[in-house]
C-alpha cells in the first residue's frame, strides 16, 4: 500500500527531534527559564539587517509576476553570475554561472548531488562524526553509506581508517569542515592530504572519486582559522552551500551547488545534477530568496554573538572539569560523556532540565552534543545546572 522503507523514515524522529519534543513538554511543566534546551542547531542570531532590506526593495521595485514566478530550473541566470563572481574574488577560482544550481538548502544541495552521481553499487564515505541524515541521503540516492571511524580525541581525519574504507565502488567522500557536531576545521595541510590520498586511489581503481564539501557552516569561523576551498586542491569537487546558518535563514531553505569547472566532465555532471533536482520534483528553488542572498553578498549573521557563546560554554564546561574539544567554527560543542553510555549520561542530564543531545547518532558514541546557538543569558543561566552535573560524576 505504501514504501515501507518511508514509513519508517517518517515514523522514527530522529533523536535530536525527540528531545527538542521533550524540551516544549518540559517548558509547560517548569516554565521557559528553567529549561536548557541545547538540542537544535537552529540559528538564534537575527538574520542581517540586509535580508529585510532587499526583500522591501524587491517588492517595491520589481515586477511581482517575475519575483514570484518560476525562475529557470538551476536558478536565475544573473544571481547565478553574481555567486560565481563572488566565489571567484573571494577564493581565487574560475567559475560561472553555468557552474551554480540555486537549491532548497544543503540538505537539497546533497541529495540532489547523491542522486546525480550515484550509480547501481555505489558506495559514499562519511567521516565520523558526521551529521546523521547523510544516511537517508545516500540510501535515499542508491548508494551506501560507509563510516570512517572518528579519531578521538584530535576529531581530524583517520588516513589509515580512511585509505581502508576506500574501495573501487567508492563514488564520493563527504566532507563537512567547519564541522557539525565537533566544532572542527580540517586545515590546509589536512585536506592536501586528503586529496593526494583521493588523487592516488583513482590512479589505483581507475575510477572518479567525489568530494563533496558540505559548507553551510563555512563562514561561522573563530580567530583566524581558515577553511581551505575544496576546488582549489581537488578538481572532482562539489560544493553544497547554504545559506541556513550564514545569514541565519533556515526556514527559508535557500542554497547553491558548486560544480568545479575543472573536473573532467564538468559539463555533463552539472546536467545530471539538473536531471536529479528534476526527478527530486524541486523545480527550482524560492525566487525571492535567490534574489534576496545575491543582494546580501558578503554580508554574514552576527559571527561574534556566537563567539561569545562558544567561549561562555566552552570555558564554563572546561572549568568544571568536562572535556571539551575546542570548537573552531561551526555552533556545537563536542563534550566527552564522563560515562561511557553517552544515551544515560543525557537522560540524567534531564534531572536538571539540560537538552544534551548523545552523539551515537553522529557515529561517535560516548560523545555528546551541545547546540550553543542560543541566547548568552541562557547560557550563563545553565551553568550552575551544568555545575550539578558535574557534580553527580565527581567532576569538581
Ligand atoms: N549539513 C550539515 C552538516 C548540517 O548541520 C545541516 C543542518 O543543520 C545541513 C547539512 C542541512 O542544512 P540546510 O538547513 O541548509 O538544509
Given at each position: 500500500m505504501y514504501n515501507k522503507k518511508m514509513f519508517d523514515l517518517g515514523n522514527n524522529r530522529s533523536v535530536i527531534r525527540d528531545i527538542f519534543e521533550y524540551g516544549k513538554t518540559r517548558i509547560q511543566e517548569v516554565g521557559k527559564d528553567n529549561v536548557y534546551d541545547f538540542s537544535l542547531g537552529n540559528p538564534n542570531v537575527p538574520a542581517p539587517d540586509c535580508i529585510k532590506e532587499s526583500i522591501v526593495e524587491l517588492l517595491d521595485t520589481m515586477d511581482s509576476t517575475e519575483l514570484h514566478g518560476y525562475t529557470s530550473a538551476q536558478g536565475d541566470f544573473e544571481v547565478r553570475r553574481l555567486l560565481a563572481e563572488d566565489i571567484n574574488s573571494r577564493f581565487g577560482v574560475n567559475f560561472s554561472a553555468d557552474n551554480i544550481y540555486m537549491t532548497v538548502g544543503a540538505a537539497a544541495s546533497l541529495t540532489v548531488t547523491l542522486n546525480a552521481l550515484c550509480e547501481e553499487g555505489d558506495e559514499f564515505i562519511a567521516i565520523a562524526p558526521?551529521?546523521?541524515e547523510y544516511k537517508v541521503f545516500a540510501e535515499g540516492a542508491g548508494g551506501v553509506l560507509k563510516v570512517v571511524k572518528p579519531d578521538i580525541?584530535?576529531?581530524?581525519?583517520d588516513f589509515d581508517e580512511l585509505e581502508k574504507t576506500i574501495t573501487k565502488h567508492t563514488k564520493g567522500i563527504i566532507v563537512n569542515s567547519p564541522n557539525n557536531p565537533s566544532g572542527k576545521v580540517y586545515s590546509t595541510e589536512t585536506i592536501v592530504k586528503l586529496c593526494n590520498l583521493l588523487d592516488k586511489k583513482q590512479v589505483e581503481y581507475g575510477t572518479n572519486i567525489f568530494l563533496i564539501a558540505d559548507e553551510p557552516y563555512r563562514e561561522i569561523v573563530y580567530g583566524d582559522v581558515e577553511v581551505p576551498y575544496l576546488p582549489k586542491y581537488y578538481k572532482n569537487t562539489i560544493v553544497c552551500y547554504s545559506y541556513s546558518k550564514s545569514l541565519s535563514l533556515p526556514g527559508e531553505r535557500i542554497g547553491y551547488i558548486a560544480v568545479n569547472?575543472?573536473?573532467?566532465?564538468s559539463n555533463e555532471i552539472y546536467l545530471a545534477v539538473c536531471g536529479a533536482g528534476r526527478t527530486l520534483g524541486f523545480?527550482?528553488?524560492?525566487s525571492m530568496y535567490q534574489r534576496v542572498v545575491a543582494k546580501c553578498i558578503g554580508k554574514t549573521t552576527d559571527i561574534k554573538y556566537y563567539k561569545e557563546n562558544r567561549d561562555l560554554i566552552y570555558n564554563g564546561l572546561n572549568d568544571l572539569g568536562f572535556s571539551c574539544v575546542k570548537p573552531e567554527g561551526a555552533f556545537y560543542l563536542f563534550v566527552k560523556s564522563p560515562i561511557e553510555n553517552a544515551v544515560e549520561f543525557c537522560n540524567h542530564a534531564k534531572k536538571y532540565d539540560l537538552l544534551l543531545v548523545p552523539a551515537d547518532g553522529f557515529g561517535c558514541p560516548g560523545y555528546v552534543r551541545i547546540?550553543?546557538?542560543?541566547?548568552n543569558d541562557m547560557i550563563k543561566r545553565s551553568l550552575p545546572a551544568f555545575e550539578k552535573l558535574a557534580k553527580d560524576y565527581n567532576l569538581i
Amino acid at each position: 500500500m505504501y514504501n515501507k522503507k518511508m514509513f519508517d523514515l517518517g515514523n522514527n524522529r530522529s533523536v535530536i527531534r525527540d528531545i527538542f519534543e521533550y524540551g516544549k513538554t518540559r517548558i509547560q511543566e517548569v516554565g521557559k527559564d528553567n529549561v536548557y534546551d541545547f538540542s537544535l542547531g537552529n540559528p538564534n542570531v537575527p538574520a542581517p539587517d540586509c535580508i529585510k532590506e532587499s526583500i522591501v526593495e524587491l517588492l517595491d521595485t520589481m515586477d511581482s509576476t517575475e519575483l514570484h514566478g518560476y525562475t529557470s530550473a538551476q536558478g536565475d541566470f544573473e544571481v547565478r553570475r553574481l555567486l560565481a563572481e563572488d566565489i571567484n574574488s573571494r577564493f581565487g577560482v574560475n567559475f560561472s554561472a553555468d557552474n551554480i544550481y540555486m537549491t532548497v538548502g544543503a540538505a537539497a544541495s546533497l541529495t540532489v548531488t547523491l542522486n546525480a552521481l550515484c550509480e547501481e553499487g555505489d558506495e559514499f564515505i562519511a567521516i565520523a562524526p558526521y551529521f546523521p541524515e547523510y544516511k537517508v541521503f545516500a540510501e535515499g540516492a542508491g548508494g551506501v553509506l560507509k563510516v570512517v571511524k572518528p579519531d578521538i580525541p584530535n576529531f581530524e581525519i583517520d588516513f589509515d581508517e580512511l585509505e581502508k574504507t576506500i574501495t573501487k565502488h567508492t563514488k564520493g567522500i563527504i566532507v563537512n569542515s567547519p564541522n557539525n557536531p565537533s566544532g572542527k576545521v580540517y586545515s590546509t595541510e589536512t585536506i592536501v592530504k586528503l586529496c593526494n590520498l583521493l588523487d592516488k586511489k583513482q590512479v589505483e581503481y581507475g575510477t572518479n572519486i567525489f568530494l563533496i564539501a558540505d559548507e553551510p557552516y563555512r563562514e561561522i569561523v573563530y580567530g583566524d582559522v581558515e577553511v581551505p576551498y575544496l576546488p582549489k586542491y581537488y578538481k572532482n569537487t562539489i560544493v553544497c552551500y547554504s545559506y541556513s546558518k550564514s545569514l541565519s535563514l533556515p526556514g527559508e531553505r535557500i542554497g547553491y551547488i558548486a560544480v568545479n569547472p575543472e573536473m573532467e566532465h564538468s559539463n555533463e555532471i552539472y546536467l545530471a545534477v539538473c536531471g536529479a533536482g528534476r526527478t527530486l520534483g524541486f523545480v527550482c528553488a524560492s525566487s525571492m530568496y535567490q534574489r534576496v542572498v545575491a543582494k546580501c553578498i558578503g554580508k554574514t549573521t552576527d559571527i561574534k554573538y556566537y563567539k561569545e557563546n562558544r567561549d561562555l560554554i566552552y570555558n564554563g564546561l572546561n572549568d568544571l572539569g568536562f572535556s571539551c574539544v575546542k570548537p573552531e567554527g561551526a555552533f556545537y560543542l563536542f563534550v566527552k560523556s564522563p560515562i561511557e553510555n553517552a544515551v544515560e549520561f543525557c537522560n540524567h542530564a534531564k534531572k536538571y532540565d539540560l537538552l544534551l543531545v548523545p552523539a551515537d547518532g553522529f557515529g561517535c558514541p560516548g560523545y555528546v552534543r551541545i547546540s550553543y546557538c542560543v541566547s548568552n543569558d541562557m547560557i550563563k543561566r545553565s551553568l550552575p545546572a551544568f555545575e550539578k552535573l558535574a557534580k553527580d560524576y565527581n567532576l569538581i
